[in-house]
């Protein structure tokens, strides 16, 4: 029997991810760089054209971003870009994202070593890419793909803490509720002033993994996301 046709399905089947997934980075970064202004049209045939690809993986790119809420798709008419979050709605987001981190570390504590090591590799990333964004920053400059890269830098390091806490169900719901944060991020991607603040939140997150004190990771890890839902709604107030 031959499996050459079922290879080739398989090759196309990666190929077809691969694009969906380039073509979904494209719209992500058009969408937080603030181009698209609340409740414009997005055209799945426009969208096609300029990025030189068919419609189907614009259609898939868009049902993923449907999911995080920055856009909205209405009967008859197409997608929109969807509002920033209001206020109210940061502070649900930040309530739920607290119960949720709090205790995952919890869960993840005593970490293994190979948890310590995976954080302590997320933690540099995060940190390495944090000194990029202080830095243009100060040149007075905003990149969106740095800005973007910085925050997916962040989410990876809290994606640690969940792949360690044991609970399947609770790491599902925080892929669910990663998906929202994007719009939080819509919210003060131009003005992400904390990046000194988080990075050394993540450091004594990740000390405190490495440390005896068992209460110590839950604990900072609260505060850590206590600190952030604060700067954040500052940020969206100004």
Known sequence: ??????????????????????????????????DAAPGARLSIDTIARQLSVSQTPVREAMVQLERTGLVTREALKGYRVAPPLGAQQLRELFDARLMLESHAARLATPASPEMLSELRAAEDTHRQIGEQVITALRAGSTDVELTTAYFAADADFHRVVFHHCGNRYLNEMSESLGAQLHRMRQSVLHGVTDVREAIAEHEAIAEAFAGDDPDAPEALMRHHIEQVRARSLDLARG
């Open 1 to 34: 029997m031959g499996t050459g046709g079922g290879l080739k399905g398989l090759d196309d089947t990666i190929e077809r991810r691969g694009l969906r997934d380039h073509v979904y980075e494209r719209i992500l970064q058009l969408l937080l760089s603030g």
